[in-house]
């Protein structure tokens, strides 16, 4: 029963815990010199004439270590009174970074750590300011990099110090070589594209990519499981990533563990429409479905369903509208279903805007399809996010939403990062057609209005090229893209019998027509000064002279490749032309080209490309620095510009050209370490005819040839190389078996 009695007494004290309480009547503070009485008063929260009990006191205390103000505290409550001792931290009068140059990286590592110039020095916080310095040095690729802090006090009260971190870096770790292990089941040559790291080569010294970094490579992690997916391997698993160093210190193996596991296709695709929408108005996606059904699963596929969706809720005006995926995964496929359901009905409030410091806040809202009074959509925000990411000023982009001033309305927050938007490039080559150089500097966030300028200077051994240009995507807010530039390109054709300097201005839009398609309107302004070999005949020495042209072009595009790079399904489309509006010589230019994709297996990708130009003088002849050329990519085995008419010995070019390309990516023969790919094709080609009346001879009969491509990754740069046989030709034809080229860009 005492047992019992005690254990209530005990608990009806917890509702009285300040039993004990005392009255503040007086409060005093002792050791502080530099930290107020007052101040600290504020900071603990203390007030006269209120009780205070023992974890009243202990609170207070838990205050004025957080301001971060004192080293020491203690306390004594006697008699009413609230004695406070204290001991102050000193003030940091000046952080130097000691060993590293760089003004940029310094200006980081004051922004990373906790310490702060002017602020009060926390010893406990040194350890964690030295791990912060030492991870913004690995993300950099020096991983052995050594941090050293120490304090320097200042005058005879100690109350002041410097702060010095002594940084030695080190050098950088660089990638040796990229090994991919484990039951991968695709070859290495197409994961090495995938990702983001690169092996180090010399001609590489410019890429950052070719050194160790932790962020890179879990963005390679993330790529690689990015396209697995995209290859229907839908439980693919990155085992793990590991680096270890080979022979030199400084020499990191990079190895992938990947766990690819089964393969699947889509075996039913449905869609689960709530009741309060007209169902008839998804009828169209039953299409999509029956094209995906049977395919190999791809988080891309149900995207572009996604989008379709999307698409449909914007032409018809939906509002409060959502849609998510359901897949269920069985032994002999996945089925998915799409529920398109109404969401909650509130309103956008207000949009802020948060991280940007270069990039102008007109920037961002200009990509929100979500602004103040706006019904709130999950699909415009997430087609905003997907906008904000493809202009590629931002390191990141971040939504969240808030709760408003009422139920029915919420605040959509945008917070960004943005990332470094200058780059350099540059590019060298030598080969069977003689050497070249490139030079690029390019601003992708010009005065954070997300304007694009570059400057390019180019030059091989028949022409030097320099240029200035820029484009704007969101041209005043209507998401179409604006572009110009002025370039200047100094041509030297001693197989052609002419040299000339061609300055063109221009300036051009683009924006979707339909839904894929892309319509292109734009003018150029050319002056052409075209000098004739004086080897040359008669008909050609009198098309010498100097040249203006103003024309209008405008071309349509409709791209329905899986991706840019290395497709391996779709097909992209175009058209061209151009109309002269005024013209010393007018002329007019037509050019369409078609390309097809498929894979025929993961290692075989089979594509067919089309092209087919023509020129035709409105009035007189169509000067010889306009004709048209086959371009080398379309006609191999055959040396550049040596085909079609000549005029004594001079490749003229032509006024219609056109080709046919069958290719096939075939698999690595060799040992994936060789990284080598390897490509058979078959081209046919022509190019005939000429305007003026001369003895040119002009042959109508089709070029083919037929072959392989190789690039080969090597020490000393990748190297191409195009073995070619001509099965076809013209007598004055000049016909080229081995060809390559070792080149790069850095």
Do not use: C
Request: net charge neutral; hydrophobic share 35%.
């Amino acid at each position: 029963m005492k047992k019992i009695l005690y254990i209530i007494f005990v608990y009806a004290l917890s509702f009285y815990p300040n039993l004990n309480a005392e009255v503040l009547k007086k409060f005093e503070v002792e050791g502080n010199s530099r930290i107020s009485t007052e101040t600290l008063k504020v900071y603990g929260e203390i007030e006269l004439n209120k009780n205070y009990s023992t974890d009243d006191i202990n609170e207070i205390i838990k205050k004025l270590y957080d301001t971060k103000f004192f080293s020491k505290i203690s306390t004594s409550f006697v008699n009413n009174t609230l004695r406070i001792t204290v001991e102050e931290n000193p003030i940091i009068n000046t952080i130097i970074i000691d060993g590293e140059k760089a003004k940029k990286y310094k200006e980081v590592i004051l922004e990373i750590i906790s310490l702060k110039e002017k602020s009060s020095f926390v010893e406990s916080d040194i350890k964690k300011d030295i791990e912060m310095v030492k991870s913004f040095y690995k993300s950099l690729g020096f991983y052995a990099a050594e941090v050293e802090a120490r304090s320097q006090p200042i005058g005879k009260d100690k109350t002041r110090l410097n702060l010095i971190f002594s940084v030695n870096k080190g050098e950088k770790y660089k990638i040796s070589s990229i090994n991919f292990i484990g039951d991968k089941k695709i070859k290495f040559k197409r994961l090495r594209d995938v990702i983001a790291s690169e092996e180090h080569r010399f001609w590489k010294f410019i890429s950052k990519n070719v050194y160790l970094n932790s962020e890179r490579i879990e963005l390679d992690k993330r790529l690689l499981k990015n396209f697995y997916l995209s290859k229907g391997y839908y439980n693919v698993e990155i085992v793990s990533s590991s680096a270890e160093s080979k022979g030199k210190k400084t020499e990191i193996e990079l190895t992938y563990s990947i766990n690819a596991g089964e393969r699947f296709r889509i075996k039913k695709i449905s869609t689960d429409i709530d009741p309060v929408f007209d169902k008839s108005l998804f009828v169209e996606l039953k299409d999509e479905y029956r094209s995906f059904a049977g395919e190999y699963y791809s988080p891309f596929k149900i995207q572009k369903i996604l989008s379709k969706i999307d698409n449909i809720v914007d032409q018809n005006e939906l509002q409060f509208v959502q849609s998510s995926v359901n897949e269920i995964v069985g032994k002999d496929g996945i089925d998915i279903t799409f529920k398109v359901f109404e969401g909650p009905k509130i309103q956008i409030e207000r949009v802020n805007i948060f991280g940007n410091t270069v990039t102008s806040d007109s920037v961002i809202r200009s990509e929100l399809l979500l602004d103040e009074g706006d019904p709130f959509s999950k699909v415009k925000l997430n087609q905003s996010i997907s906008e904000l990411k493809a202009r590629n000023i931002f390191k990141s982009v971040r939504e969240k939403i808030v709760d408003g001033s009422q139920n029915d309305l919420k605040v959509l927050e945008i917070t960004v990062e943005e990332k470094p938007t200058g780059e350099i490039a540059a590019g060298a080559g030598v080969g069977t057609e003689g050497t070249s150089f490139s030079f690029t500097v390019q601003e992708n966030n010009y005065l954070g209005r997300g304007f694009m300028v570059d400057a390019t200077l180019s030059a091989s051994e028949e022409s030097l090229r320099g240029g200035l240009s820029f484009s704007n995507p969101n041209f005043n807010y209507s998401g179409n893209l604006v572009y110009g530039g002025i370039t200047s390109t100094s041509n030297d054709q001693p197989d052609s019998g002419y040299e000339n300097t061609i300055t063109n201005i221009n300036l051009g839009t683009k924006f979707e027509q339909y839904k894929d398609i892309y319509f292109t309107p734009g003018i150029d302004l050319s002056f052409d000064d075209l000098r004739v070999d004086g080897t040359a005949s008669d008909k050609l020495k009198k098309q010498a002279g100097n040249f203006t042209e103003f024309n209008f072009n405008y071309g349509l595009e409709m791209d329905l490749r899986d991706r840019s790079f290395l497709p391996t399904s779709g097909s992209i489309v175009s058209f061209s032309q151009g109309l002269p509006i005024f013209a010393d010589q007018p002329s007019l230019y037509n050019r369409f080209s078609y390309s097809k994709y498929h894979g025929f297996s993961d290692d075989v990708i089979g594509a067919l490309k089309f092209y087919a130009a023509s020129i035709t003088a409105l009035d007189e002849d169509v000067r010889l620095s306009k004709r048209i050329k086959v371009p080398t990519k379309r006609l191999r085995g055959f040396e550049s510009g040596k085909i079609g008419p000549v005029d004594q010995g001079d490749f003229v070019g032509g006024n219609y050209a056109s080709a046919l390309n069958f290719e096939a990516q075939l698999p690595n023969l060799l040992p994936e370490a060789t990284q080598t790919d390897v490509a058979a094709f078959l081209d046919l080609a022509n190019l005939w005819s000429v305007d003026y009346d001369s003895s040119a001879g002009s042959s109508s009969k089709l070029r083919s040839s037929i072959g392989v491509t190789t690039q080969l990754y090597t020490p000393i740069g990748p190297v191409n190389f195009v073995l070619a046989q001509a099965l076809s030709k013209a007598e004055s034809d000049v016909t080229q078996t081995f060809k390559f080229q070792i080149g790069t860009s850095f």
